[in-house]
Each structure stands twice: as C-alpha cells, then as structure tokens.
C-alpha cells in the first residue's frame, strides 16, 4: 500500500475525510504530478454571506498541493510556507475546478502550486505556491 493509500484511510481529515461531518470531503484525483477535484463548498464555511471563509479557500489550497505532493513523492511532507493570492471571491455553492501541481522538488524541498477555478467558465479565483518539506525518521507518528 502506498503512502497517499494509507492517508486516505483517514476518514476524518479536515479537508480530505469523508467521513468528517465539519470537513470539507474533498476527494482527490492524483495524476502525478497533478491532483484535481470538482467541489463546491458549502455554505457553512462562508465568511460574508454567499463568499467562502478565505481561511477556507486557504487550506483547499494547501489540500490540492498535500495531495499533489504526496501523490507524487509517496513520502510524507509538511507544508513549511504557504502564499495564496485572492482574485476573487470563491462563492459558496458554486460548481469548481480544484487543482494542485508539483512544480519542482530538490532532496527534501518540494514546491508546489495550486488553483480554484470556477467550473463553468474557467475564471481563476484564488491560487497558491506552497513549499513542502520531506519528513525523515518520524513518518511512524504521521501515520
């Protein structure tokens, strides 16, 4: 079993867990060295009404780039610095394109990027660079 495989087995991740009844339920299709997802969030996790938390929009960045990482390294990595720029607002209940993208690794440093489109017409959002670092020695208290 990979590693991605096992950290699927957690059903109770914020982002990622299906069985979270507060997270997000974000499930990833990982094509190294891409991850997507078509979601749409739900109102609960608006900040003004109508428009996503952008603490949200945030870790849905940080979700597609994890699992773009860990899809394509199977190793697990911590996200060290995040960088996410807001283009617009990422509505509530509006259909999206959620992608995450490896971009670059260097022995324990990965630098990865991600974005939110809106599905219907392709409009950017909100997108992110992320550098993720490569767990040694401690994966056992991972996971």
């Known amino acids: 079993m990979t ?4 950290l699927r087995q957690d059903n109770y991740g914020f982002g990622h867990g ?5 997270g997000l339920r974000l499930l990833f299709t990982i094509t190294p060295p ?3 997802v078509a979601a749409q969030i739900a109102d609960k996790f608006q ?8 603490g949200i929009v945030a870790t849905i960045l940080d979700e597609a780039m994890g699992h773009a990482v ?12 995040l960088e996410v720029f807001y283009l617009a607002p990422v509505m509530t209940s509006q ?30 959002l909100a997108h ?5 670092i490569l767990v040694k020695g401690r994966e056992d208290d991972l996971i």
């Open 128 to 132: 992110s660079r992320g550098l993720y």
């Open 70 to 81: 860990f899809g394509t390294t199977d190793s697990y990595c911590l996200l060290a610095e």
């Open 18 to 22: 299906q069985e979270n009844p507060h």
């Open 95 to 124: 259909a999206l394109l959620i992608t995450g993208r490896v971009e670059k690794t260097d022995a324990r440093k990965i630098n990865a990027i991600a974005e939110i489109r809106r599905q219907d017409d392709q409009t950017l």
């Open 47 to 54: 900040g003004w009404p109508g428009v996503a938390h952008g």
């Open 3 to 6: 590693k991605i495989e096992k």
């Open 34 to 36: 891409q991850a997507t």
